[in-house]
């Protein structure tokens, strides 16, 4: 179990990666935009896949031993059952409003050493987005830079279930909103392309100890209605010292459509 000591170090940390990061420039999943006038509103949905893996750490309690269970990208096709993740952007002016939504449904197995129990299977569902107003600080036109606060929301179902011993399982579900702060940029290459990164830190200790994420990628905007954008997703969430689950780390790549209603 990490130490508040660790915690606080860790989000200082993590805190300076991404502000020294979001300074390079994109979006929280790419927008397809061009300039426009200001009264005119701009009204944004991607549809995107995340092929994270999965990494969690369960506390012991009574007979369960304290575990790490890991799903590789390579294996998440597998384990994943189930999962969906959009964001809804709408944007007038310099003001913008923003909603970020995913949903995942995963089941692992992991090996343990060491009597009574010789594995574990954990399934887990996890519903987690994000809401939230900003501000485009900078507007040009080679890129834009933009700053934005809201509310994260997490809801986490976790069933454990031991083998190769007495029968043994158990659950936990956790519901957790925390405020965030972030921001994005993004920087036009020509031709259509463009690259830039985006990312959240919050928690703050308040319904958990961190919680933070970097988004990088690349896009092409196809033409006025589309854009393509491929790149990489980090999201980590540190638990307070209560329920099943310790931490949550996702990672992976990430491919998305933003269609420009």
Known sequence: MRSSRSVALHGVASAAVAVAILFLGTTDVARAEEPVADS????LLTPYIWLAGLETSTRA???FPATTTEVSMIDVLKSLEFGAEAVF???KNRLIGLVDFSYFDLSANKG???APFTGATMETTTIFGSANAGYRVVEH????FDLFAGVQFVWMDVDLTLSGG???STSSSQTLIDPIVGARGRLDLGSGFFVGTAGTIGGFGVDSELTWQLIGQVGWHANDWLTLQAGYRHFEIDFKNNGLMDNMTMSGPIVGATFRL
């Open 40 to 43: 005119e509103w701009v009204v």
């Open 61 to 63: 309690q009574g007979p």
């Open 89 to 91: 952007e709408v944007r």
């Open 112 to 114: 343990l050493n060491g």
């Open 141 to 144: 036109d080679r890129g834009s």
């Open 166 to 168: 007495p029968p043994a």
